[in-house]
């Protein structure tokens, strides 16, 4: 039976760390009297994404390209869809993308239009796996539906022994899973109290859903249907390989900064209730950075490979990531507090591997 009683953390009284931690990041925004929303980069960036999306949805509909080249462009949607997610949407629905809020509302709807609700990710990223990350129950990322076991807290099935092999085909229908469970998980998130805490009407909210839901079919396979000379199998298949591709990048991400073979199973407690740790090192010690040199990776995937970070500090603009490593990296090790990363993007996913293998052995269950 899934608990109702939200995870307290352990007191952070008498604990200098949070402290002493977000001053020392204060302190380097004010030294240099840096903004901590997006810069010009990350503006750039972000209006590139954007064109490359019309741009290429543009190409399939107009060009009356061979078939074989349409699916192609339908695939490298799938890959600017998730770069839009991870580099400009994700830092509108936090809050760090521009001090108006105005402005983050309308980029944080760049989720609506790429049809996934920005009212549920609200709810399910920031106020959930931000406030309660890896706690089985509460932070639903590591909720694997029964599909997948992604914390020793969840109970083991016997399918779980090939999740380490039939992940290849599951990932890659995150977005359509969030496309259809939209409606349902805003009833749900609505009985928890935050859509009624944001002061949202329920009507409003669900015509709002409900009219991006029916916008994006519209876009996605109504328009493509009437103008292509293809058949609407094809426009499915064509669908569902942009969908899959976005997908699969997405969980990979997501999955690799805190599902990794790194905690130690041997020494698990079940949790009771209560964090060992005060929330600022809970975050530390479930979450992991990777390749936070690739300066491609970082670019691309919205600095989510700088995760720690990220978790620290989300009203804060990824565009400052690489900066704050460095300061929050020392100040954990002044404290003696391990900050925990990968060197490599290979090295993080193997991990990921490694560690969906275990969970479904019986030596965990």
């Known amino acids: 039976m899934k608990s109702t009683t939200l995870p307290k953390f352990k007191s952070a009284a008498g604990s200098n760390f949070s402290r002493e931690l977000r001053a020392n990041v204060e302190n380097y925004f004010k030294s240099y009297d840096i903004s901590k929303f997006a810069n010009g980069a990350l503006k750039f960036k972000a209006t590139l994404l954007l064109i490359s999306f019309l741009g290429a949805y543009a190409l399939i509909l107009f060009t009356g390209w061979p078939i074989w080249i349409l699916w192609l462009l339908c695939m490298f949607l799938g890959v600017i869809k998730a770069g839009i997610g991870m580099g400009l949407m994700h830092d509108a629905n936090h809050g760090s993308f521009s ?5 983050n509302k309308i980029f944080g709807y760049t989720a609506d239009f790429l049809g996934v609700s920005s009212s549920n990710w609200i709810n399910q990223h920031n106020k959930l796996h931000h406030t309660y990350t890896n706690i089985y129950e509460h932070d639903e990322d590591v909720n694997g539906k029964g599909l997948f076991r992604f914390t020793m807290d969840a109970p083991r099935k016997k ?3 090939f999740q380490h092999i039939y992940w290849m085909l599951f990932y890659g229908f995150l977005t359509l899973g969030w496309f259809f469970a939209d409606l349902f998980a805003y009833g749900k998130y609505r009985k928890k109290g ?23 079919i ?9 103008i292509l000379d293809v058949s609407f199998i ?19 991400i997501f999955q690799m900064a805190h599902v990794v073979d790194k905690f130690d199973l041997s020494n698990h407690d079940k949790f009771d209730g209560t964090t060992k740790d005060e929330w600022t090192v809970h975050q530390i010690h479930n979450t992991f950075d990777f390749a936070v040199k690739n300066k491609f990776l970082t670019w691309y995937c919205g600095g989510l490979n700088f ?28 404290h003696g507090i391990n900050y925990q990363e990968f060197k490599t993007f290979r090295e993080a996913f193997l991990s990921h591997l490694i560690f969906l293998k275990k969970l479904g052995s019986t030596q965990f269950a």
């Open 307 to 334: 995760q720690v970070i990220h978790h620290l500090f989300p009203t804060i603009s990824h565009a400052h990531y690489p900066k704050l490593y460095e300061i929050v990296k020392e100040t954990a090790k002044k």
């Open 194 to 216: 935050l859509n009624t805490k944001q002061g949202t009407d329920q009507y409003k909210e669900i015509a709002t859903i409900l009219s991006f839901k029916l916008f994006y």
């Open 234 to 252: 094809q426009v499915i298949v064509g669908v569902l390989s942009l969908e899959y591709v976005a997908g699969m990048i997405l969980s990979v």
């Open 218 to 226: 519209f876009y996605m396979i109504v328009l493509p249907y009437m």
């Open 159 to 161: 399918i779980h022994q």
């Open 99 to 103: 001090k108006n809020k105005w402005v």
